[in-house]
């Protein structure tokens, strides 16, 4: 199935528009980065959102980690965004559930040129442990399970073949596994700021499942890729949280 060029404009304009709000958060918030934190009393329950982008990577069977060179494999920047609900049971340790979109883009390289990108639905449940240092900027810790729902996948092949250049894009999607599960580790800082908490993330997440299904692969069009391959992403992200 031909995918509309028109979906590939469109994800640049929704990366342009999630990199305009993460600026405007940033810049509208950091004049109050200097605010002393002394007598500060934190919410038990914080909701909010957070977006940015992601750098993934397509690791095939003999790969181990998100940085091992898999020969032929290329990683791209992709969108992703998140609502969350935190819950402090003490000042140091809390519980914190994510939903969100994610898309995670990588590129093959054979005689042609493959890009995939494979959009997500995500949930995440993370433990979030406050690191005991004195400090306005609130560091942080978090590890948990996550899950991904394959919704939609679609791959762009360019290249040239018996003199001819060709750029053509096709649906895919039920060449991927529609589940993947994994791990995220990750870092993070907050601030408080007037109207909300400013939060700055960092993190990976690896995945566990096996990305391609073992039957089924259309138009060849996963044929570069092992049965066995997996999806893992580093993210940075800045949304703002609310207290309530």
Partial sequence: MKVPFNIEFSLKRSIRAIA????AVVLTSGAAFAQDGAGETESKLMVGFKSGFNLADMRTATDVGYFTENGGNGKNFAPQIHVFGRYNFTKWVGAELELGWVQNAFTTFTNTETTYRTNNFQANALVNVRIPVLSVYHPRFYIGPSYNYNAYVYSRQTGSAYGY????????????????FGVIVGTGLQFDVKFATLLLDARYRHGLSKAIRTRGNSVNSVAPLSNASGISDVAFMVGLGFSL
């Fill in 20 to 23: 305009t709000a993460v600026c």
């Fill in 165 to 180: 250049n060709f750029d053509q894009t096709f649906e895919v999607t039920n060449d991927f596994s529609p589940h993947d």
